[in-house]
């Protein structure tokens, strides 16, 4: 239903996915959804993934930020704002896990009393081990 205001467009577009999502489909194709968490079908998070991809692709070859697509001044994939924004995220994704006794990496059940799970431990050793060579 094509509304000329954005406002009532949004709402109706809320209510729609909402519903959609009550139903157990897919918000964006309106198919049966596959996967027992999440509003999107695997189908359509694929093709979010090469749509995601392709974006991210020619902002890079342009010389523009990877994220938001603003003029990078760094010789990195993303500018220094959005660089700083992540940086902010994952530390306070990381006091909120601490806080609730989640692992620091993969916000999983911690089954030891180290700050990450076993499989993040694991992981983390090795990636030190290998990356200690010279």
């Known amino acids: 239903m094509p509304y000329k205001d954005p406002e009532k467009k949004r709402e109706y577009n809320t209510r729609r996915r909402a519903k959609k999502k ?9 198919n049966k959804n596959d996967r027992s968490f999440g ?3 695997v189908a359509c998070l ?3 993934k090469k ?5 991210r692709d020619s902002r890079k070859e342009q010389g523009r930020c990877a994220h ?3 003029k990078n001044d760094t010789n990195k994939t993303e500018c220094k704002s959005c660089t700083e924004k992540k940086a902010q995220r994952a530390k306070e994704l990381r006091k909120e896990r601490l806080e609730k006794g989640r692992c620091v990496k993969c916000g999983g059940f ?3 009393e180290a700050h990450m799970c076993s499989i993040c431990t694991e992981k983390q050793v ?9």
Do not use: I, M, P
């Not at 749509?51 to 974006?55: A, G, P």
């Not at 090795?126 to 010279?134: C, I, K």
């Open 39 to 41: 509003t999107r079908c």
């Open 68 to 70: 938001c697509g603003n």
């Open 22 to 30: 009550e139903s157990g489909l897919c918000e964006a194709c309106g």
């Open 51 to 55: 749509r995601d991809d392709k974006r």
């Open 46 to 48: 694929n093709k979010q």
């Open 110 to 112: 911690k089954d030891t």
């Open 126 to 134: 090795e990636y030190n081990f290998w990356h200690t060579l010279v």
